[in-house]
Nanobody
Framework: QVQLVESGGGLVQAGGSLRLSCAASGRTLSRYGMGWFRQAPGKEREFVAAITWSGGSTYYADSVKGRFTIARDNAKNTVYLQMNSLKPEDTAVYYC????????????????????WGQGTQVTVSS
């Protein structure tokens, strides 16, 4: 069973940047696609970004495309989400998640496409 722990959240002004990290333990991360989701108060959890196990393909929600970058360091068993040009509407709890299928060549964008989840990290963007 994998444990995922997010870090790097915090309070930032609009236009600023944050880098979230998701560290895995208990199971190697390198064979699995990974994703980031977020949930704002009163809203449903939504897809943010995903990356295949090899890092060869990445996927982004339209709302973050061009501002956020997902990356992975399999040697460190860690996935990152670099967030630039942050907006108040990016305020949410951010969760990382792992695909349950090793070596998948494509990634889904639904919560149900992921099997393991971290506890989340709060990102607050002030205007």
């Amino acid at each position: 069973q994998v444990q995922l722990v997010e870090s790097g959240g915090g309070l930032v002004q609009a236009g600023g940047s944050l880098r979230l990290s998701c560290a895995a333990s208990g199971r190697t991360l390198s064979r699995y696609g990974m994703g980031w989701f977020r949930q704002a108060p009163g809203k449903e959890r939504e897809f943010v970004a995903a990356i295949t196990w090899s890092g060869g393909s990445t996927y982004y929600a339209d709302s973050v495309k061009g501002r956020f970058t997902i990356a992975r360091d399999n040697a460190k068993n860690t996935v990152y989400l670099q967030m630039n040009s942050l907006k108040p509407e990016d305020t949410a709890v951010y969760y990382c998640a792992q695909s349950p299928f090793p070596f998948a060549q494509a990634m889904g964008r639904r919560s149900g496409d992921f099997g393991s989840w971290g506890q989340g990290t709060q990102v607050t963007v002030s205007s």
